[in-house]
Structure formats: C-alpha cells, structure tokens
C-alpha cells in the first residue's frame, strides 16, 4: 500500500514560514473585525419589525464553527508564555515552529440588546362564529351604525378570515396604575379608531400594540405589534395607512422617528429616522403630527422648526423633506376649511403657512395668542380659518379658548377640560378631566346650552377622561379614560336625560 507524504514536508522551510505566519495575522484580524461589530443575526433580530402578535423570541448566539471549517490559528509564543501548557509544533527538517492556543478564536462575544417583552394574554382570536354582536335596545342609545361608503373599516378588512380578535387593555400595576394606551387617533371618515398600547415591563425597552377598531360594531379588525414606542397616530387620507412618531431608545439603539404602518397587512411598512438632537424633556403633548394626501407634517420635537416629509418615499432614496420655522414650538397642526394653507398653534402664536407647492411653506399671516400652555388641537368652525377652537392638553389646568375673527374668547369655568365640535361644528362639547363632566356649548353665546356628569350615570366607571371623540353617526361622545374602559355617553331619540352605555371594559375589570 502506497503511503501518502505529508505536504508540509515537502515545501521549502521559508514557504512553510510564511504560510503559518499568514495564517495567524488572518485569524487575528477575523477576530478583531468579529468583535467589533455585531452579526448580521443579532442586527435583523432587533430591526426587523414583528408582523404576528406574538412574544419577542430570543435570537441564539452564533453557533460554533467546526474545526473541519476553520482550523483554529497558531501563534508564536515565547519559553514564558508557553511553559506547562500544552504545545503543538511543525517540524521541517531543522526548522520547529511551536504554538500553544489560549482561547478558542471561533468564539465571539456579541452584546446582546434588552428584548421587549409581549404579553398576549389581553388579546386572542376566536372563531367569527363565536362573536356575539351587540344588541340595540330602544331602552339604551345605540352604538352599532352603518358604515360610510368606501369606508377604510371595509377596506382593511379581511372578509376571507374565519377568525376575530378579543382584546381588552391590560391593567398596569407598577410604576404606573392604569392602562398602557398611549395614544389615539379617529380616522377621517370615523369609521376606524386606532390605538396604540405599549408593551414591555414597566423599566423598557417598549414596543406597541396597535389595535383598530371598527367604529360601526365595535370589533377589533385587527391587532398586531410592533417593536418601537408609538407615542402619535395620524391616518393618511386615501390610504390603508397610518403614520406615527417613535420615540427613541437608547438601550436597544433605536432612534427617534416616523414610523408607516401598513393597516391592510397589518406590519410596519416602513420607518425614517429623524436625525436631529431629541430633547428627553419633550413630550408627547408636546408633539404635532399631521397627515394629508401628498406630505407628512410634524412639529415640536426639535425647537421651532417644523419638517415636511413629502410622500411617497422612494426606496433607497434620501429623505425628500422641507423645513420652516414658526415663532415657537408648534404642537398643533391642521388645515384650513379651504385646504389652502396649514395651521401651526403654539403657546405664543397662531400662524398660516401656503400650502402650494410653489409657495414654499412661505408665511401668510400671523395672530398673538400668548396662551400661557400648549394646545394639542385645533378645530375649525363655520368653513372659516378666523373661527377655530384651540384645546389645551389634560394634563394643563387651563380652559379651552374659541377664537372669532381674530377675537379670543376663553371657555371660562370649564378648567382642564378638552373641547370638540358636536354635530358638525353646530355646538362644542367640553369634556372633563376630572369628574367625567361635559358641557354642551353654543358657539354664538359659548353659553353652556346642556350639561352632564358621567359619575352619576350607570354603570359606573372609575379613571379620568383620556381621549374623547363625538361620533356623529349615534350621536354620542365616546370616553376612553385612565383604566382602559371605553363607553358612549348621550341621549335616547326623544328624550332629555342622558344615558351611558359600556362599549367595553378596561383592564381594571378583570383583575
């Protein structure tokens, strides 16, 4: 039998040299580069959003690489490094190379980023057989209505599906009492609320939970998570989609930014990150975000400066944005009736920007306000950008103030309470913060035309007013307070007294 040579013993002793010697400075600079940066697993594990409502899994560290694959490298050491361990040695003729390995070079140390807990207990799905639909009553006001044509509800839909989802808000008890919803928005022809509700432990790192909800039933259309903080929804007019703010975190290296949700497929379409300094102190009060057709509009977050981020986005395109600057930090937007010129409030000013493209955000006029607090919405009366009402946040112990051709009237004795148009704009509902009190408001004498006081209706609820919407279609307000509970509150065809009915309970009921 013929028996094989051994190659190294047939090269030259300098080839030998340089191929071990070769061979140590790659392993070297394999494992310095490895070290340095984080695999491409960890890295799509922490960016790529979650499309099923479903815990964050643990990515597993790389595995090893066999020594089939990569022969661990040798290394030159010296008598004192290599005295009592274990040596390995290439002999050519003369020549004696000895090596004794340390570590294993294979291993990489990659700092792992914290993971956002998902809880999934408060929302499951259940065959659609199995809903019950909500029964009307001529003894209770209603709360099922018929959906507007070309409704978004219907377009975001998933007829084919042989299941539904329940879902409640779940009931935070540490380091905050109450549910995590943190924030809301009604859709343009107000058939889909969103709400955004945070996951994770109380300490983050935080994801959302957005769940949509048919306004015409009550059901939830869908729900599904995403691994950012959502502190601001707005719909985009035309579209199954919906833009928010995120704001940053640190401790697993996401910035602050605008986030698209694509509500259809239900998962994160896309995300831009705002690359400008983010003030910790802001908050999301504080905060504009307005959506039309054709731009996104946000303000408040970095001083002055108000950015436009014109749609649609091209991929691997740069940010197609515009800025301008108002006399202080807006934290309300809208557009005017006429749908020509853009609002900005601020605690100092009111001011319209030209909207046409030509016009370059250039500035059309101002009014003083000197408000004293932020308003955190504008709504306009009567098809006139001179009629608006300016509303301050909860957590402001201010009254909203109704504007009339450039004359400031301030809803006095109505203190932290969040005004509305009701029946389209013919009155202002001023809802409270504390108590669950409205008030029904002439706009021509802003005298106080009704009034009610949620705590003396049944069935009694218990957390303060969080968000508040007037839904034309069963002529009621709809109250989401502190606990999570969401009910209707108005009046039975006919008659005077009001009514309460629960459209579904808080987190705080199921304890």
Not at 99 to 122: G, M, Q, R, Y
Request: aromatic share 8%; hydrophobic share 40%.
């Amino acid at each position: 039998m013929k028996r094989s040579v051994p190659k190294l013993a047939l090269m030259p002793a300098a080839v030998v040299i340089a191929a071990v010697f070769g061979a140590v400075f790659a392993q070297m600079n394999h494992s310095v580069s490895a070290s340095s940066k984080p695999s491409a697993g960890i890295e799509a594990a922490r960016t790529q959003p979650e499309e099923k409502d479903q815990p964050v899994r643990k990515t597993p560290a790389p595995p090893q690489a066999s020594a089939q694959a990569k022969p661990e490298a040798v290394a030159p050491q010296t008598q004192s490094e290599s005295d009592g361990q274990e040596r390995n040695s290439i002999r050519d003729g003369s020549l004696s190379i000895t090596a004794t390995p340390k570590t294993n070079p294979n291993t990489i140390k990659v700092d792992k980023l914290p993971e956002i807990e998902v809880d999934s207990t408060n929302v499951r799905s259940v065959p659609k057989s199995s809903i019950q639909p909500i029964r009307e009553s001529r003894r209770q006001i209603p709360l099922t209505s018929k959906l507007p044509a070309d409704s978004l509800a219907e377009k975001i839909t998933d007829g084919d599906s042989e299941t539904a989802f329940l879902w409640h808000p779940a009931f935070a008890s540490q380091g905050f009492r109450g549910a995590r919803l943190d924030a809301f928005a009604i859709s343009q022809d107000g058939s889909v609320l969103a709400i955004a509700e945070r996951t994770g432990t109380a300490l983050g790192p935080n994801g959302s939970r957005i769940i949509l909800v048919n306004t015409s039933d009550w059901q939830v259309i869908r729900a599904f998570t995403v691994g950012r903080m959502l502190k601001k929804l707005a719909f985009i007019p035309g579209s199954t989609t919906l833009a928010a703010i995120a704001f940053p975190q640190l401790s697993i290296k996401q910035d602050f930014g605008l986030a698209t949700l694509d509500l259809a497929a239900g998962k994160e379409q896309g995300f831009l990150p705002l690359s400008f300094p983010f003030n910790a102190k802001i908050g999301p009060e504080d905060i504009a975000l307005l959506a039309m057709q054709d731009r996104i509009i946000c303000s408040g977050f970095f001083g002055s400066t108000v950015f436009c981020i014109h749609l649609p986005v091209a991929k691997d395109s740069e940010l197609p944005f515009h800025t301008f600057e108002t006399v202080s930090p807006a934290s309300a937007l809208a557009v005017t009736p006429d749908g020509k010129s853009l609002a900005a409030a601020s605690l100092k000013a009111i001011e319209y920007f030209d909207l046409t493209p030509s016009a370059k955000y250039r500035r059309k006029s101002i009014t003083t306000l000197d408000l004293g607090w932020k308003p955190v919405a504008i709504y306009f009366f009567n098809g006139a950008q001179t009629d608006f009402l300016l509303c301050p946040a909860y957590r402001d112990d201010s009254a909203p103030i109704f504007v009339r051709s450039s004359m400031k009237d301030s809803l006095d004795g109505r203190s932290a309470g969040f005004a509305i148009p009701v029946e389209q704009g013919s009155q202002i509902g001023v809802a409270f913060k504390v108590k669950g009190r409205i008030d029904i408001i002439d706009p021509a004498t802003l005298e106080a035309a009704d009034s009610v006081i949620m705590e003396q209706l049944r069935p009694a609820t218990a957390g303060d007013n969080v968000f508040v919407f007037y839904h034309d279609a069963i002529h009621a307000f709809c109250v989401i307070d502190t606990n999570g509970n969401c009910f209707a509150v108005g009046k039975l065809q006919g008659e005077k007294r009001w009514s309460k009915r629960i459209i579904w309970n808080g987190g705080a009921a199921k304890k």
